[in-house]
């Protein structure tokens, strides 16, 4: 397994356009979290996933964005009529079901600029 | 709202020297204790946690200290090597609720 796997790494696109990022989550992970980072931030929570259900939505998730887990393997983060406060680098992140000691197991991030 | 807080953007330390890095946090709810790692271009790497039932927790060169009347908690890296230069973020869990600091960048000097 080689970790939590994002596509793709850099994403450009003007604005108003959609955008959709993958997250591959390590297989066992039962997990899978989005987090999104802007510059001198912390990741802020998006949304969470236990197997295909999306259990918590946070507020900063407008009704632009939509995420999605089917089956309950890897997950969508797609971006509606994207603006230029969307640029951000989009984290995934898995863990499993217990284990809050342990950390999430994050990926590379997508980093999305709007133009 | 920010309910974790690193309150130091950033941190120099010479090689070999101890390492020191804060965090404050406001809800009392939260039951674990994170630090995270980040080096560019990667997302961040879980370094160590801390149950909010103990008081420190040690691994290796790196070492948690929670002080849960003061809400406050700290990681001490020693001896502190070039490699560990890095953006260290501080996370506090509850419930599945993750929230995470604005981070410090700790800059290690050979």
């Known amino acids: 397994d080689t970790g939590v796997s994002q596509n793709p790494r850099h994403k450009i696109t003007k604005r108003g356009q959609n955008v959709t990022f993958r997250c591959d989550p390590i297989?066992?992970?039962?997990?899978l979290y989005w987090y999104r980072q802007t510059l001198g931030q912390g990741p802020e929570f998006l949304t969470y996933?236990?197997?295909?259900?999306?259990?918590?939505k946070s507020r900063l998730l407008s009704d632009r964005f939509s995420a999605e887990r089917p089956k309950g393997s890897f997950s969508t983060l797609e971006i509606q009529r994207t603006e230029q406060g969307d640029s951000a680098m989009y984290l995934c992140?898995?863990?499993?079901?217990?284990?809050?000691?342990?950390?999430?197991?994050f990926g590379s991030g997508t980093r999305l600029t709007v133009v | 709202d920010q309910q974790v807080k690193q309150n130091s953007p950033s941190l120099s330390v010479q090689e070999g020297r101890i390492s020191i890095l804060n965090c404050d946090y406001t809800?009392?709810?939260?039951?674990?204790f994170l630090w995270y790692k980040k080096y560019p271009a990667e997302g961040p790497t879980f370094l160590i946690s801390?149950?909010?039932?103990?008081d420190k927790n040690e691994d290796g060169r790196f070492t948690v200290f929670l002080n849960k009347s003061a809400k406050h908690l700290s990681l001490h890296i020693v001896p502190s090597q070039p490699g560990d230069s890095a953006v260290y973020f501080c996370?506090?869990?509850?419930?599945?609720?993750?929230?995470f600091g604005a981070g410090t960048r700790l800059t290690v000097k050979p």
């Open positions: 992140a898995s863990s499993q079901v217990v284990g809050a000691s342990y950390g999430y197991t």
């Open positions: 297989s066992e992970h039962n997990r």
């Open positions: 996933f236990q197997n295909e259900a999306q259990l918590e």
């Open positions: 809800n009392s709810m939260f039951d674990y």
């Open positions: 801390i149950s909010s039932i103990k």
């Open positions: 996370a506090a869990s509850y419930n599945n609720d993750m929230r």
